[in-house]
C-alpha cells in the first residue's frame, strides 16, 4: 500500500467514527481487528471485532457529539502513525473539550486496519493537549474549525 492509501483509510474510519456511521467504519476494519486504549480513560478495556468497534465508535458519538480529526501522519510499511484532535462536548455541558492523541495503525494485506494502539488522555474539565504547542500554525485543527490542513470531517460542514 502507497502511504496516500493509509492516509485514506485513516481518514474514512475517522469519518465514520465522526458521524456515527457503522458500514464505513466496517470497510476500514478487518474483522479481527483489536484496539487498545491507554489506562485509565473511560472505557479503557480493549474492543475486539470490526463490528464492535463501529457500534463502539456509533455509541460514543452519540453520547458526547465526538468529531476526530487527523492533524499529522507518519506512514511506514504495512502501519502508520498519526496525531488526532477529537473534539467533545461533556454531557450536562455545551462547551466543546478538545482531547489530543496518537494512535499507531497496523493493516492486513487487503489494506483495512487490524490493530489500533490508542495513546491520550480523555478530561471533561478541559482540553488535554501539549503545554504552548503551536498547534494551528503547524496546521493541526483548533477549537471553532475542527478540521486540519490533512483531514476536514464530513461533520464539519453542518457545523461552520
Known amino acids: 500500500m502507497t502511504a496516500g492509501a493509509h492516509l485514506k483509510t485513516i481518514s474514512r474510519y475517522y469519518d465514520g467514527c465522526s458521524t456515527g456511521d457503522v458500514e464505513l467504519m466496517r470497510e476500514t476494519l478487518a474483522e479481527d481487528v483489536v484496539h487498545y486504549f491507554l489506562a485509565p480513560n473511560p472505557g479503557s478495556a480493549p474492543v475486539r471485532g470490526g463490528e464492535h468497534l463501529a457500534r463502539y465508535w456509533r455509541k460514543v458519538h452519540r453520547l458526547?457529539?465526538?468529531?476526530?480529526?487527523?492533524?499529522?501522519?507518519?506512514d511506514g510499511d504495512g502501519e502508520a502513525v498519526i496525531e488526532w484532535t477529537m473534539y467533545w462536548t461533556p454531557q450536562d455541558t455545551e462547551r466543546r473539550v478538545a482531547t489530543r492523541g496518537a494512535e499507531w495503525f497496523?493493516?492486513?494485506?487487503?489494506?483495512?486496519?487490524?490493530?489500533?494502539?490508542?495513546?491520550?488522555r480523555q478530561h471533561a474539565d478541559g482540553d488535554t493537549e501539549l503545554d504552548a504547542f503551536p498547534y494551528v500554525d503547524r496546521g493541526y485543527s483548533g477549537h471553532g474549525t475542527e478540521n486540519s490542513n490533512l483531514h476536514t470531517p464530513p461533520v464539519e460542514e453542518a457545523r461552520a
Open 106 to 120: 497496523t493493516f492486513g494485506p487487503d489494506g483495512r486496519i487490524t490493530e489500533i494502539r490508542s495513546y491520550y
Open 64 to 74: 458526547i457529539d465526538a468529531v476526530w480529526v487527523i492533524d499529522h501522519i507518519l
